[in-house]
């Protein structure tokens, strides 16, 4: 007698955790060769897998202390009804992916209201730069985190955290970033007196957007001045599209801005160098060998909670690689002239540069996986349901 559906709660916040669900999903159909049917919250592509969301995720895709604050209310009956919803569909397990501010407390009332059912968190939270004491208290609601960074199955052990299994980042089999990587290893050097081409990525939040805008913009300038001449390429997400519209109208450099991931990752094949909000872009662009530079301002209530971080860096190809590849500027270190100068040292044939791409080499054979993250993932999902029913 063939199986009936695997059920599935599944909440997703951002567009990076829609992607990930929808190639979990697509992976536990294949893996068990039934059909999946999903309760929860999630995005467009979660959606076209037969997801009914709760409500827009979008409510849920927060980034910064102070847009926590701010929806604090809402956010909190969102959390109450998430977790109603999940409980009241008895699913055969609870994947939970990212935002962890709001996802695990959504898992934390789902135990206390459905103990046997199985619960896997997909990414795991930052208990290795801050908040540590999260691990042990996650293992008390949670059977096993997917990870997609390699150091962190040993993080959580460490920190008395649940199981974890590394599952690979789906950027790692991305065949466009691969692609533009292996353009990278084979494109000549630039010729004297071309125009460099330089990405210019100011982030996918209107926050990040706002306060990098412009010092983005003078560090162009001040390259232009000081004899580069750069071709600008600045890919965007359709969110903050008409913000960065708005925001470069004036630049004296005008820059061409791309707004499809086909454009996108086409211009990480002919870039020279880049110029990047911190945040997992700076990951695609190692794993796309583009030379980088990272900047970051916070809003004031995350430079509060500074004082409560401790990992020695921010850049994900730094922690991966467990070394300074990738050059950081925050806050009031956010200075155009000290950045310019930086990102000339990238876009010539340097030891600077030399040693980034070599740096580069060693994140991309580190976060190798035989198979799909999605594959990888989907066998543990399913290994910790066997458990759970055989425990």
Known sequence: MTAGPLRIAIVAGEESGDLLGADLVAALQAATGRKVELVGVGGPHLQALGLRTLFDPGEIALMGVAAVVARLPRLVRRIGQTAAAIVAADPDCLITIDVPDFSLRVAKKVHDAAQGMPKVHYVCPSVWAWRPARAERMAAFIDHVLCLLPFETAELARMKGPAGTYVGHRLAHEPRLIAAADRQ??????????????????????????????????????????????????????????MVRAGTADWSVKPDILTTVDEKYRAFGEADAALAASGTVTLELALGRVPTLACYKADALMRAVYPMIGIWTASLPNLVADSPVVPEFYDHFVRPAMIARHLELLLAETPARAGQLAGFDRIIDAMATDRPSGVIAAEAVLATIDRRRNG
């Open 185 to 242: 290893r084979t494109r000549p050097p630039r010729r004297p007196g071309e125009p460099a081409t330089l990405l210019v990525l100011p982030g996918s939040r209107r926050g990040e957007v706002s306060r990098l805008i412009e010092p983005f913009r003078a560090t162009v300038d001040i390259l232009a001045a000081r004899g580069t001449p750069a071709r600008i390429l600045m890919p965007t997400v359709p969110h903050v599209e008409a």
